[in-house]
């Protein structure tokens, strides 16, 4: 039996969600751009949204349809968001105890539960405290517990490692994957970065404009990314083109450059639209233009620089069709003079550039 099987069809005010999403276990991860709908579907799991059509059964037990819509009270869902959202005047334990409680559950039993989910989130010593007494990432942690305390078939995590420093973000990350491996339901992790979603998430489901655009494993997407957006995301140039006729194998892009590269796929006829990825850091830069080149040379413009660690994500634009991003070490950025404006020669071997159907 699927334990999550939903259609959901949600129309608000301007903007409509159309997503399907069927798992029998593990944690899949909703990504995309903001506005997406990834928060809509999330509502609309938990009973805050009513479909315009569709349905939502979880574990065998329908929580809405054309005639059914179970309030997000009735529905087996455990929630956690970007704010821990504790009551301030509880104990961790009194408010971890609080779901079974309200589920009925008997105080002493429901205490005994509260304490032994919040064993497992590491807080066993800090049952007593109350929210203000905690680190934020002690009290993200106490709202996981607390939403595992009633024994969810269902659980929603919207953003809930994005308000942690990030420090205190890659703890919690570790936490969370440890607790939800042994999480036996169906977890939707609503996130916008790429690190959660590949170390804590067995499928990702890409939305833009309310639509899933992609949808697999994490292994899946890095190999084919189908839009920029998820390209960016695993961290891929993402180039849209034709297969060529004649001459060595490339693609013809969109604003009449073209991309030479070692194979395309055996069933490949010119005409055939064709994506494909290169490696930010089988991108390399030059001052001069090189002398024993790489198949591909573009002469471009340095848009933006970011870094991380010791490295440098330099994007480059100016050549109609081709939008590159290089991944060059600091020295280097300090040996080639990169800075928005500078111009510097892009070279990508055709040997690094991998071809797929469109
Ligand atoms: N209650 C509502 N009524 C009308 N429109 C809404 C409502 N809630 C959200 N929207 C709109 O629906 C679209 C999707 O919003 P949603 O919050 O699901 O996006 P998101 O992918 O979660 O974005 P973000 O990454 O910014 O959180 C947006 O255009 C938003 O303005």
Known sequence: MTALDA??????????????LRREHGVTAVLGPNGS???TALKAL??????????????????????THLPPE???????????????????????????????????????????ELGRVGLAE??????????????????????????????????????????????????????????????VLVTHDPLDALTLADHLLFLEGGRVVQSGTPAE?????????????????????????GGPPRLALAGGAELVVAEVPADARPGDELLATVNPAAVTLFTE????SAR????????????????????????????????VTLPAVAQLGVTVGTRLWAGVKATEVEVYPA
């Open 7 to 20: 259609s959901l069809a949600v129309r608000l005010d301007g903007f409509d969600l159309d997503v399907a």
């Open 37 to 39: 709908g990834k928060t």
């Open 46 to 67: 938990a009973g805050l949204h009513t479909l315009e059509s569709g349905h939502v059964r979880v574990a065998g037990t329908t929580w809405a349809d054309a005639r």
């Open 74 to 116: 009735a529905r087996s869902v455990g929630m956690v968001l970007a704010d821990p959202l504790l009551f301030p005047h509880l104990t961790l334990l009194d408010n971890v105890a609080f779901g079974p409680r309200s589920r009925g559950m008997p105080r002493a039993a429901a205490r005994s539960r509260a304490a032994e």
């Open 126 to 187: 800090l049952t007593g405290r109350r929210p203000s007494q905690v680190s934020q990432g002690q009290a993200q942690r106490a709202a996981l517990a607390r939403a595992l305390a009633t024994d969810p078939a269902l659980l929603l995590l919207d953003e809930p490692l994005s308000a942690l420093d990030p420090q205190t973000r890659s703890v919690t990350r570790a936490d969370l994957s440890h607790r939800l491996r042994d999480y036996a339901g169906v977890t």
């Open 221 to 245: 997407i890095v190999a084919r990314p189908r839009s920029p957006y998820v390209a960016g995301v695993v961290g891929l140039n993402l180039v849209h083109g034709r297969l060529a006729g």
């Open 289 to 292: 233009r090189p002398e024993a």
């Open 296 to 327: 591909n040379l573009w002469h471009l413009e340095v848009a933006a620089v970011t870094v991380t660690g010791q490295r440098a994500r330099v994007r480059l634009h100016g050549v109609p069709g081709v939008e590159l991003v290089a991944e």
